[in-house]
C-alpha cells in the first residue's frame, strides 16, 4: 500500500519571514492518490472520532472519483465550516486516531482531505454544467416547517456560535449573531495567525452563513450594551452562549507587570486585529524584542512564537515545564516550529522575569525540572530539581499557559449559574439555569479546541430546536 501523500509546504526558510499560509494544500493528483489509500470500511470507525460526525467515508470515496464539489457537498450536510476544519482541526487525536490504517501505518490524510474539498469543490461546482451543491449553495434546504419560525440569538461568533448559527438557520429559524468585536469570528480570526488561517478562508465560510440567512451584529457586548432582558423584548425566543474562553491565565511570578510581557491572548489578539500579518506593510503597535521567551506547550504557545519570529524577532524560544513527550500541541505545529528555528527548553519553568531600571525585560529565570509521578492530567508531574537555576537573557515574555471563560456575559446575567472553574453551568441538555439560555463551547468545558467547540454548538442547535418544538 503507498504511504501517506505529505502536503507541500512554504519552505522554512522563507515562510519564517512572511504570513502566507505554510500548508500548500494538496494538488487534484495528490488528493487523488490520497484518497484511494482509503479502504472504504464497511463500518468507518474514523466517523466516531469526529465531533460532528463528517461522513467521511463518502466524501473522500468521492474525491477519489475525481468529483471534490459532490464530495464537498456531502461534507456541508454535517459540518458548514470545513475549509476551516481542514485546516486547524486536530485530526491526528481525532478522526485519523480511529483509522484502520493508524493501526497498521500511516492513517488515510481526512483533514487534507477535507480542505482540498473545501478549497477545490466551490471552483469545480461553479464551472458550466455542474448541477452539484457548493459554497454558493452551500447547506441542504432549511426546514419545511412554519416559514416564520422564532427568532434566537446566539452570543459570541467562535466556532460553537457560527455552527449553532448555522444549524439553527437551517431549521428554519431567523437567527443573529452579536460580536463584541468589529469583525467576526471569535478566536477563528484573532486567535489564530493568518499563517494558519487565513482571513480570506475565514470571510468565505462566513458568507456562506450569511447566505443561509444568519445576520451578524458586531460591536455588540451582550450583557453591557444589549442585556439579556433587551433581547426577550426584542422578541427573541431562545439564545445560545458561545463566547469562549478569552480570560488569560497568568504565570503568578514576580516581573510579571514589566513592559515586555504579553500574554499570548493579548499578542495574538492585537497581532491579529492590527494586521500584524501584513507586516511590515500595515504597522502594528506590539513591540517584539529582539529575544522571546514563550511559556507553554500548546497550539497557542507554537503560534505566538512563530508569529514573534515573523514579527522580526531573532531568537524564539519555548519554555515548558515537561519534556518533549507531553508536548500538547499538534505533532505538525511543533514540527514546523522547528523547522522554522524555534528553540525548545524542556524541564524548564519560570520562576521569575527580570527587568532594568526602565521597568523593561532582561531576562527570565527558570528553574530546571525533572519528571515525577503523572498527575491528574495523565502526564507525569514536573518536579523541581534544587540548586538547578538559570536566567535566560530575553527582552519579550509571552505567557501561553492557558485561558479561562470569557466573564462578560457571566458578570452583567443576573441569575446565571456558574461552576467552581468559573464556566457557565449547564444541564445535560446544555440549557443554563435561565430557561431558554443555552450554552456551549469554551464557556462551559473550559479552552479547547473549534471542532469539539463545533460539536458543542451543533448539539446545542439540536436542543434548542426540541425547546422551541415543545419538546424539551
Known amino acids: 500500500m ?24 494538496l494538488t487534484p493528483e495528490l488528493a487523488v492518490a490520497e484518497a484511494r489509500r482509503c479502504l472504504q470500511c464497511k463500518n468507518p470507525p ?31 450536510e454535517k ?16 478522526c485519523e486516531a480511529k483509522c484502520v490504517w493508524a493501526k497498521k501505518g500511516e492513517p488515510i490524510a481526512i483533514g487534507a482531505l477535507e ?18 451543491a457548493s459554497e454558493a449553495s452551500p447547506a441542504p434546504a432549511a426546514s419545511t416547517a412554519r416559514p416564520s419560525r422564532a427568532r434566537v440569538a446566539v452570543v459570541g461568533s467562535g466556532p460553537a456560535g457560527l455552527t449553532a448559527a448555522a444549524e439553527l438557520a437551517r431549521h428554519g429559524y431567523r437567527v443573529t449573531v452579536f460580536e463584541s468585536l468589529h469583525a467576526a469570528g471569535g478566536v477563528l480570526r484573532y486567535g489564530i495567525p493568518e499563517f494558519r488561517l487565513p482571513k480570506s478562508v475565514l470571510d468565505a465560510e462566513l458568507d456562506g452563513l450569511r447566505r443561509l440567512g444568519v445576520e451578524i451584529e458586531c460591536d455588540v457586548v451582550v450583557g453591557q450594551t444589549v442585556t439579556l432582558e433587551d433581547l426577550w423584548a426584542e422578541g427573541f425566543r431562545a439564545v445560545f452562549v458561545g463566547t469562549g474562553a478569552g480570560l488569560p491565565h497568568f504565570l503568578g511570578v514576580a516581573g510579571e507587570n514589566l513592559n ?115 498527575d491528574a492530567s495523565g502526564r507525569r508531574r514536573p518536579v523541581p530539581v534544587p540548586g538547578a537555576e538559570e536566567v535566560i537573557p530575553v527582552d519579550t515574555v509571552i505567557s501561553a499557559i492557558g485561558q479561562g471563560p470569557n466573564p462578560l456575559f457571566i458578570r452583567y446575567t443576573p441569575g446565571l449559574a456558574t461552576t467552581a472553574g468559573g464556566q457557565i453551568a449547564v444541564d445535560e441538555n446544555g440549557e443554563t439555569s435561565l430557561r431558554g439560555v443555552f450554552a456551549g463551547g469554551d464557556i462551559v ?28
Open 260 to 374: 515586555g510581557v504579553y500574554s499570548a491572548n493579548e499578542f495574538l489578539t492585537r497581532a491579529n486585529l492590527m494586521r500584524a500579518y501584513e507586516f511590515p506593510e500595515t504597522d502594528t503597535p506590539i513591540r517584539t524584542g529582539r529575544r522571546v521567551a514563550v511559556v507553554g506547550g500548546g497550539n497557542v504557545a507554537m503560534d505566538s512564537a512563530r508569529t514573534a519570529l515573523r514579527l522580526g524577532a531573532e531568537q524564539v524560544m519555548i519554555v515548558y515545564r515537561r519534556s518533549r513527550e507531553e508536548l500538547p500541541a499538534r505533532r505538525e505545529e511543533v514540527e514546523n516550529a522547528e523547522e522554522e528555528g524555534i528553540e525548545f527548553r524542556f524541564l524548564q519553568a519560570p520562576t521569575r522575569i527580570l527587568g532594568d531600571e526602565r521597568g523593561q525585560v532582561v531576562g527570565l529565570e527558570v528553574q530546571r525540572m525533572e519528571l515525577g509521578e503523572p
Open 2 to 25: 503507498p504511504g501517506r501523500v505529505a502536503m507541500p509546504k512554504q519552505p522554512p526558510g522563507e515562510r519564517r519571514k512572511n504570513f502566507r499560509e505554510v500548508a500548500l494544500g
Open 79 to 94: 459540518n458548514l465550516l470545513p475549509a476551516i476544519c481542514g485546516r486547524v482541526c486536530p485530526q491526528e487525536v481525532q
Open 115 to 132: 480542505r482540498f474539498a473545501a478549497d477545490h469543490g466551490a471552483a469545480d461546482a461553479a464551472q458550466p454544467g455542474r448541477a452539484v
Open 445 to 472: 468545558t473550559g479552552a479547547a479546541t473549534v471542532i469539539l467547540a463545533m460539536g458543542a454548538g451543533k448539539e446545542a442547535a439540536h436542543q434548542i430546536h426540541r425547546r422551541l418544538e415543545g419538546q424539551l
Open 46 to 76: 474514523c466517523v466516531t472520532g469526529c465531533p460532528v460526525q463528517v461522513p467521511i467515508k463518502e466524501f473522500i470515496g468521492l474525491i477519489g472519483q475525481g468529483d471534490p464539489a459532490a464530495a464537498l457537498k456531502r461534507i456541508r
